[in-house]
């Protein structure tokens, strides 16, 4: 006949760390964090960035419904990923748009002042700025080069006016004279990098706590402690894994500005 005890449930053994456990854990995540990720994901946004974040500021018009486009190149070259569009109808008057730049190196930036036809743009301001409204970079006639279906570009009192009379794929680039790199960058990038998986880390954790309580059995203490902590490892581990691609851009953008900074 068996005791009280011996039929009390006891916590299934995948809970139980081991050094085999805590290596597999490793090198599986360890793998996964190899992963391309094309997008990268940002569990907790820094919601209070410093004046340091540069923004990309453009006043403009159109005589036609479009879309006006400006890719930017951060090291990867221009790619549809790292773009910034906007629809623009008819209109006399400019509008003024501003845009936040992502917190990297910029190299090169390419305008497609329309998406396809015939059409002109008005430029009347086109500037990088910071929070603080302090002018970085001034964009004139003269930086706008390797023009492809651009038909003219006139200077006007105030801008210039970008002429196209038939295309399928019009752009021109703007050169910046040498990369841009904002006040502060490394600094806000690692604290993304520490939010976001701080907080991917806790809700994780706590998905597998709840798991873990809803089959514990009655066992020590210690044995409760060592599997809450086994827990938190899995957690932290695969934290990482999923902000694989903002901590390695972060990388990689803190070494591509050291490399700029020491070549001027």
């Given amino acids: 006949m068996s005791s009280p005890a011996s039929e009390t449930p006891v916590t299934p053994d995948l809970f139980r760390p081991t050094v085999i456990r805590c290596l597999l854990t490793l090198g599986i995540a360890a793998v996964a964090f190899c992963v391309p990720q094309a997008i990268p994901l940002e569990y907790f946004p820094l919601n209070n960035p410093s004046s340091g974040l540069q923004y990309l500021e453009i006043t403009c018009a159109s005589n036609i419904t479009t879309r006006t486009e400006v890719f930017l190149d951060t090291g990867k070259g221009f790619n549809e990923l ?8 008819p209109s006399e008057m400019a509008f003024t748009y501003t845009f936040p730049l992502p917190d990297a190196p910029l190299f090169n930036l390419r305008l497609d002042p329309i998406t396809n036809g015939a059409g002109e743009l008005k430029i009347t301001n086109f500037r990088i700025i910071n929070r603080r409204d302090e002018e970085i970079r001034r964009f004139h006639r003269a930086d706008l080069v390797a023009l492809h279906q651009i038909d003219a570009i006139t200077p006007l009192d105030k801008g210039f006016r970008i002429l196209i009379k038939q295309s399928d794929d019009p752009y021109l680039q703007v050169s910046l004279g040498r990369p841009l790199i904002a006040e502060g960058m490394n600094e806000r990038n690692l604290k993304r990098c520490l939010l976001s998986v701080g907080y991917l880390t806790l809700m994780l954790w706590i998905i597998l706590l709840a798991v873990y309580f809803a089959f514990r059995g009655r066992e020590p203490v210690r044995d409760t402690l060592k599997s809450i902590g086994f827990l938190l490892l899995l957690s932290l581990m695969f934290s990482f894994v999923g902000n694989r691609g903002l901590v390695r851009n972060s ?5 591509m500005a050291a490399t700029v900074a020491a070549s001027h």
């Fill in 251 to 255: 990388v990689r953008y803190a070494q």
């Fill in 82 to 89: 790292e773009k910034i569009e906007w629809p623009i109808g």
